[in-house]
């Protein structure tokens, strides 16, 4: 059997802020179940690889770990980087994927490796990224949000995968990227298409009696109104603030332009 | 009492803290109530209990440290009105973010909490702490958050939960009926249930609940598209005042040179000539007008500051420090971008953090144990990946039962597709592409069914 060696080729993640902002976001969604998403970016030639956005994804299989990416979901994300591409000018491919581990340690897991060093033999610069929340310290009362970033190499002994750690920055953005605010308003819409998907296939069950289609319907009522709760509504709090701030903002920079403009002027 | 704050207002703290070159502070908007809660006991008798709630609903995020309160602590209420407007009514606490510090409030935080609590008017105002380590390569990192109840007997910390999706429960769809032969039962709950469904035998409910997403959705797209607006005036104005402050610098660089040379140039005149100075030579009517250029006092775009830390570390990059346009240096990692492992020396720290730190640090033993950054954070702590690591069940699947054949009733399943496109269709949002949001979603199979049902 041929061996595939998998070579780590990135030396550090620069991830923007308000890409880190979609992930916290996506992540802290939920405690019940890991989500995921791909990275959006340019590698660049000092082996730094810059994730400008992040797109959500959906997730097919939802059996604990199971963080696969189908290909059809790489290709269509593909084609969201191209959109970014134009946007930007810049180069701009899927450049890695990040997941959550809620309740679960920051670290991979074998299966999480394992797929990690797939996704590195199609793309050496590859990386993976894993944001670990709902943790709490009982004793002393602290929360924690944890986030890690990783490639995978062949380990000395055998053909198994082991880790490596990739260093990682978030770099200052001051304004919401375009692309970032999108993949942010994707979420309940994600959410409520798993939801009728879901639903589709119980409806089209033939022999539920009356009682058990009304029971049936009033789950997808019950979901779609926890998804309203838990997601629209504080998204769009948070969005309405958002614009409150940017209006504070942009007044005060008028003022302190009109300063400069007179100060310049005097000189 | 239980405390929450929401998914969308912590993350926006922790993107408003990455974003910072130095410690970052704002303030907390929200609700404090007594709410009962109803407890059903096994004698049934109910007993009602009342739990105190406190709401985090958001963030006022300060622009710099030191915004309304100076090194030795004491509040400027001028200054802390000029802030929160009139969101002081809504404040029911304060936060602050760390880098490489202990999970405990400091000297002088307590020092301004008192004075918050008594401007304010809050008796039970609340101090939310975020801590943030990393390990020494930087790959891994940790934001530890505390919630504190200073005014109470030994700072009291509370739990603060965050509200998600939880459970999204489509374990709760049955896939089968209870077996059931009465043909009574099969006959009223047939004639009485039709009040449920429609013509199309689609349950009016449904519909009905799928509009109010529907509509939920537009608005959140709208909103979207206003933001999205902002952000890129914010940006562009930004990148204005940037420029101007470069070309006042630079200006003001050019006259303080000329300035120099001309006043070398007097100084050696003066010394072979004396008379010379009292006529007004050409060189020296040139140095009486770059005199004259009112040498503005350097404005304090933001109020009087101690250093941050990137100041501190490179006063060359001053302007660039101060501005926040995505221009190459933000492809850089500044030493202060989160992750970093870099923090001052701890005398500028003393500098920035003034006599509290000193004192902060030895008051009272701390009861949690603090990480030291070069150590890997948490996990099995040796780093490995194990699959022996305590997992919880993030809710298996059912499977599918046997006889759920591929029932494929097509009638049905297209009289809910059409359901679900008749009912959507996005409002066009003048100039801007975002309400038609994203004409692909990312579903697994790839298809574009988001043009389809939304």
Redesign the interface.
């Given at each position: 059997a041929a061996v595939v060696v998998v070579f780590p080729a990135s030396d550090a993640v620069h991830l923007e802020s308000d890409a880190f902002l979609v992930c916290m976001n996506h992540a802290l969604s939920t405690e019940k179940e890991e989500v995921m998403g791909l990275c959006i970016g340019e590698v660049e030639l000092s082996r730094i690889v810059h994730i400008h956005s992040v797109i959500i994804l959906r997730r097919s299989d939802k059996r604990k770990d199971r963080v696969e990416i189908s290909p059809e979901q790489l290709s269509a994300a593909s084609t969201e980087a191209e959109r970014l591409a134009d946007t930007t000018g810049r180069p701009m491919r899927v450049v890695g994927w990040y997941h959550s581990h809620p309740h679960i340690t920051v670290w991979p897991s074998h299966v999480d490796v394992r797929t990690q060093a797939m996704y590195q033999m199609l793309d050496q610069c590859f990386v993976g990224l894993i944001f670990s929340c709902f943790i709490e310290d009982k004793n002393t009362k602290t929360g924690r949000v944890l986030y890690t970033c990783f490639q995978s190499v062949h380990a000395p002994k055998g053909s198994e995968y082991e880790r490596v750690e990739i260093p990682i920055h978030v770099v200052p953005r001051e304004a919401i990227g375009k692309v970032c605010l999108e993949s942010a308003v994707e979420l309940p819409r994600i959410l409520c298409q798993e939801e009728q998907d879901t639903y589709r296939k119980i409806h089209n069950l033939a022999h539920l009696d009356p009682v058990t289609k009304i029971h049936n319907g009033s789950v997808f009522t019950k979901n779609l109104c926890s998804q309203m709760s838990a997601v629209s509504g504080p998204l769009l709090q948070w969005l309405e603030d958002r614009l409150e701030h940017n209006k504070h903002s942009i007044l005060e920079l008028q003022q302190e332009k009109e300063r400069l403009l007179q100060e310049l002027e005097a000189l | 009492m239980a405390a929450s704050i929401?998914?969308?207002?912590?993350?926006?703290v922790?993107?408003h803290s990455?974003?910072?070159?130095s410690d970052h502070e704002g303030f907390l908007l929200g609700d404090v109530r007594q709410e009962e809660t109803v407890s059903i006991s096994d004698t049934q008798i109910s007993s009602a209990e009342l739990l105190q709630v406190v709401e985090i609903?958001?963030h006022d995020?300060c622009a710099q440290l030191f915004s309304f309160y100076d090194y030795a602590g004491k509040v400027n209420e001028e200054n802390l009105n000029s802030i929160l407007k009139d969101r002081r009514k809504n404040v029911i606490g304060w936060y602050r973010f760390r880098r490489n510090t202990q999970?405990q409030m400091s000297f002088r935080e307590q020092v301004i909490h008192k004075q918050l609590t008594q401007l304010l008017g809050v008796p039970d105002l609340i101090f939310l702490l975020f801590s943030f380590i990393s390990?020494a390569?930087?790959?891994?990192?940790?934001?530890?958050?505390?919630?504190f109840r200073p005014n109470r007997r030994y700072n009291q910390?509370?739990?603060?939960s965050?509200?998600?999706?939880?459970?999204?429960?489509?374990q709760?769809?049955?896939?089968?009926?209870?077996p059931?032969t009465s043909v009574n039962y099969?006959k009223v709950?047939?004639e009485h249930?039709?009040e449920?469904?429609d013509k199309d035998g689609?349950?009016k409910?449904?519909r009905t609940?799928?509009q109010?997403?529907s509509a939920?959705?537009d608005?959140?797209?709208a909103?979207?598209g206003?933001?999205?607006q902002?952000?890129?005036?914010?940006?562009k104005?930004?990148e204005?005042?940037n420029k101007?402050?470069q070309?006042?610098a630079l200006?003001?660089r050019k006259?303080a040179e000329e300035e120099r040379r001309l006043r070398e140039a007097q100084n050696t005149d003066s010394h072979s000539t004396p008379e010379e100075n009292t006529e007004p030579s050409e060189s020296s009517l040139l140095s009486r007008i770059a005199f004259h250029?009112?040498s503005?006092p350097q404005?304090p775009?933001t109020s009087p500051n101690p250093p941050s830390y990137a100041d501190l570390l490179s006063q060359d990059d001053s302007l660039l420090s101060s501005s926040?346009?995505?221009t190459s240096a933000?492809?850089?990692?500044?030493p202060q971008?989160?992750?970093?492992p870099g923090h001052p020396t701890p005398g500028p720290l003393g500098m920035d953090l003034g006599l509290g730190l000193g004192l902060g640090l030895s008051l009272g033993a701390s009861?949690?144990p603090v990480s030291t950054p070069s150590t890997p954070?948490?996990?099995?702590g040796d780093?490995?990946?194990?699959?022996s690591?305590?997992?919880?069940?993030?809710?298996?699947?059912d499977d599918e039962d046997d006889?759920?054949d591929d029932?494929?009733?097509d009638e049905?399943?297209s009289e809910?597709e059409n359901l679900?496109s008749e009912t959507t269709h996005l409002p066009v949002v003048s100039g801007s592409v975002?309400a038609q949001?994203?004409p692909?979603?990312?579903?697994?199979?790839?298809?574009a069914?988001?043009s389809q049902?939304?």
């Open positions: - | 929401s998914g969308y207002t912590f993350s926006s922790c993107y990455a974003n910072s070159n609903h958001n995020p999970q390990t390569n930087s790959s891994t990192h940790a934001l530890e958050y505390v919630l910390r509370i739990t603060l965050i509200p998600n999706l939880g459970n999204t429960s489509q709760e769809y049955k896939v089968s009926s209870v059931n099969a709950i047939k249930g039709a449920f469904f689609v349950m409910d449904i609940i799928y109010v997403y939920l959705q608005k959140v797209q909103v979207c206003e933001v999205e902002s952000e890129r005036v914010k940006e104005i930004q204005d005042v101007l402050k070309q006042i200006r003001k006259t250029s009112p503005a404005r775009s926040s346009s995505p933000a492809l850089l990692p500044r971008a989160v992750g970093s009861s949690n954070y948490l996990g099995n780093g490995s990946s194990s699959d690591l305590d997992r919880q069940a993030a809710g298996q699947e006889d759920e029932d494929d009733e049905d399943s809910y679900v975002l949001g994203r692909a979603a990312l579903s697994p199979d790839g298809d069914r988001g049902t939304t």
